[in-house]
């Protein structure tokens, strides 16, 4: 299957929106299957069925009923960390990804397109944005919006995605690539650390309160790539 990878086109709105979508809500079950398994979770489930249990009288019903709300809240919460990130994002730069993304020449977004049954389809996105840093040294590139479709997936297409925005950041004269992403997602850390990113051991601020990533038992990572400069340059 050849795919080329070439900037964004406001015809691709929709299939973009729908595979960041589905990219990043796909994780959604395993976070809570993640998390449900935890020891302690594992502990205070089994005591909401106790004391559902106790308080109703010997009641199975009720202890299940328990249970079951602690259970849901689990859940929920998962559903939330996911489903909440994309309803922020597709409301904010991928709202007009055109015009936060293309219309900088520090920013750029990139689409994998391939021919399925002779016709175009979006296997995979990437993008990248400029930032200046607070210490005022030089810019860096923070790559955003990496998701490659289920068909896509095993073949190096997310290594290609990765090494544009490598390549372009490189041509900017960027000092590094940084990103965030979340323990959970396996599959892109794992693709990170490939690429040659690192972990950098910084406290970051979360958009979710503490008490809702200790229950979805998810950590926010921060990694970071320092870039040589081209050749040429």
Known sequence: MHILIRKFQPSDHEAVRALFRDGIQEHIIPS??????????????????????????????????????????????CYEFYAGYVRLKLNTDMQDSAGFYL?????????????????????????????????????????????????????????QLGQTVVNFCKERGFSKIVLHTS?????????????????????????APWWFLWLVRVSLLRMEKILQPCKDM
């Open 32 to 77: 809570f299957t993640h998390a449900i398994s935890q020891p302690l979770h594992i502990t205070v489930t089994l005591c909401f069925f106790t004391v559902g249990y106790i308080l109703g009288g010997g009641s199975v019903v009720l202890a299940l009923l328990a249970g079951g709300l602690w259970i849901g809240l689990l859940y929920y919460c």
């Open 103 to 159: 219309s900088s020449p520090d920013n750029c977004f990139w689409v994998a397109e391939a021919e399925i049954n002779d016709q175009p389809q979006i296997m995979g996105i990437v993008a990248v944005e400029g930032k200046e840093p607070p210490d005022g040294g030089q810019k860096c590139g923070e790559l955003f919006r990496m998701s490659v479709s289920s068909a896509s997936r095993h073949t190096g297409l997310g290594s």
């Open 183 to 207: 323990s959970t997602q396996s599959a892109a850390v794992a693709l990170y650390y490939k690429m040659g990113f690192k972990l950098v051991q910084t406290p970051e601020e979360a958009e």
